[in-house]
């Protein structure tokens, strides 16, 4: 075992088919290392064109339709439903009382369903939710709507990040992850453009150009979900769209690296016992809502906070002038995720990329200049969206068994999303002191220092485990009970 374990302290992953349980025949045993490598590229290189482009898109259009509320409010929706702050305010909470209710489950119905069905229906049932935002008359009606989208959305985020680790080795998985993510922060791009076009229908067919917004993008959402059932596919060991052989190399990739995610497994309860017993999750719910509250507070109230900065500037102005920071946030999450994943030290980069949201968040709390200010909404962003995909990817990385993983990235974003009744509650007075010091708060104690306490907790375990102190773990057990252990065998190296 110590040679695994030295190799696994050097990049987490295993080499050798010795000792793996069930490890389908090598299809390439009489190629070169060379040719087995140029066979390995190309299937990664169909895994990203099949899987990443849709899903990316998919997340747009949820991301999309959770924040373009806040394109509404300046586009007149709080004007012409009578909304107060606090009642304006409780329609974004409430989403995230439903979303975060659910998610915790969403992926063992992900696995159980199936994701080409699992993600299409979810997909047309918060689009209908959007669409029917665009003709409620009161508050009342906007709550209600809110509701069932939250409960929709509540299994694409965590669905789709436990579905791509299924798929990816870990030294693959943070780049993946950090460009689905990036369709958030160009969504928010996206969003400030299409919400400017879409206002100048304001009065066609005598309906108002807030929602109009909600009318297009929530169709849009329900065209695509139904696509999505031709479009979405399955787990590794399902996948139609691999040929035979294709499909005993992803599961041998997933295997050399200490993943039961190529097995076929039934949901037991064990599995939840397991995630509640495991302390990486409870610190990781900590640090997800360090970045997650934030994330919230920035989207929703980013058009309200350009708004605010006293340029005057006309609504779609406003509108327009949320794109840059966005755009400059989805770049420098994909960078991030490729450092990330290069150099496997995505604690270490969580450390550093919170301080540039901390950095950019005191910016907008201590200066009166409006052009400072504005300058603090870059880095802001720039410190909270990379995190998101990073820290998934550090938990999906460091927790291994298919069910189990499910369930700690379910417990882990429902956590964080819980957050954001925190986020829809504190920009409510101008200058937003109360907004820009509670994000700040957020950002330092729990995502800076929970991740600087989560680097130096798994550092300790795994120089316990290379010298061998976590050996006793296995005396005595076969080697499927070993295999099921998944991230506590000893061999197990975790991601720093």
Not at 109 to 120: A, T
Not at 174 to 182: N, T, V, Y
Request: hydrophobic share 50%; with cysteine.
């Amino acid at each position: 075992m110590s040679d695994d374990r030295e190799k696994g302290s050097q990049n987490g992953e295993g080499s050798h088919d010795e000792g793996l349980l069930d490890m389908p025949p090598d299809p390439d045993a009489h190629l070169t290392p060379e040719e087995k490598a140029e066979i390995d590229r190309k299937l990664l290189w169909k895994l990203d064109l099949k899987l990443l482009p849709w899903l990316c898109f998919l997340y747009l259009l949820a991301f999309l339709d959770r924040t373009n509320i806040g394109n509404a409010k300046i586009a007149g929706l709080g004007k012409e439903l009578g909304l107060t702050t606090a009642s304006y305010n409780a329609t974004l909470t409430i989403f995230f009382v439903s979303y975060a209710l659910f998610e915790p489950v969403t992926n063992v119905l992900l696995k159980q369903w199936r994701p080409s069905v699992f993600i299409p229906i979810i997909m047309v049932a918060w689009g209908a939710s959007m669409l029917g935002m665009g003709f409620v008359t009161n508050w009342s009606g906007l709550m209600a709507a809110r509701w069932f989208l939250g409960l929709a959305e509540a299994g694409l985020f965590p669905g789709v990040n436990y579905y791509l680790s299924c798929w990816y080795r870990r030294s693959e998985f943070g780049i993946r992850a950090a460009i689905f993510f990036s369709a958030a922060a160009l969504s928010g791009s996206f969003g400030g453009l299409l919400a400017a076009g879409i206002e100048q229908m304001d009065g066609l067919a005598n309906i108002a150009g807030w929602a109009w917004i909600f009318i297009l993008e929530g169709l849009l959402t329900v065209i695509i979900g139904i696509i999505s059932f031709w479009m979405v596919y399955d787990f590794p060991d399902e996948a139609t769209f691999l040929s035979a052989q294709d499909r005993i190399r992803v599961i041998r990739r997933l295997k050399l690296d200490q993943q039961a995610s190529a097995n076929h497994e039934k949901f037991q309860s064990k599995y939840l016992w397991q995630a509640f017993a495991d302390w990486k999750m409870w610190l990781g719910m900590m640090i997800y809502a360090g970045c997650d509250m934030p994330l919230y507070a920035f989207s929703l109230f980013l058009p309200t906070i350009i708004q605010d900065l006293g340029w005057n500037t006309s609504i779609v102005r406003s509108q327009l002038m949320s794109v840059p920071p966005y755009a400059i946030a989805a770049l420098f999450t994909v960078v991030i995720g490729f450092v990330a994943d290069r150099t496997r030290a995505r604690g270490m980069c969580n450390i550093i990329v919170s301080l540039l949201g901390v950095a950019g968040f005191s910016m907008m709390l201590g200066s009166e200049d409006a052009a400072v200010r504005y300058a603090g909404t870059f880095l802001g962003a720039l410190g909270i969206y990379p995190c998101i995909s990073n820290t998934i990817t550090w938990m999906a990385n460091n927790t291994e068994g298919v069910y189990k993983r499910g369930v700690v990235l379910g417990f882990v974003i429902g956590w964080g999303n819980l957050n954001g009744v925190v986020s829809s509650n504190i920009y409510i007075n101008s200058p937003f002191y109360e907004g820009h010091g509670t994000v700040m708060a957020y950002m330092a104690l729990f995502l800076f220092g929970g991740s600087v306490l989560m680097h130096v907790l798994l550092r300790r375990e795994n120089n316990k485990r290379r010298r061998g102190e976590r050996d006793y773990w296995i005396a005595g057990l076969t080697d499927k009970e070993i295999e099921a252990l998944g991230d506590r065998r000893p061999d197990f190296m975790y991601t720093l």
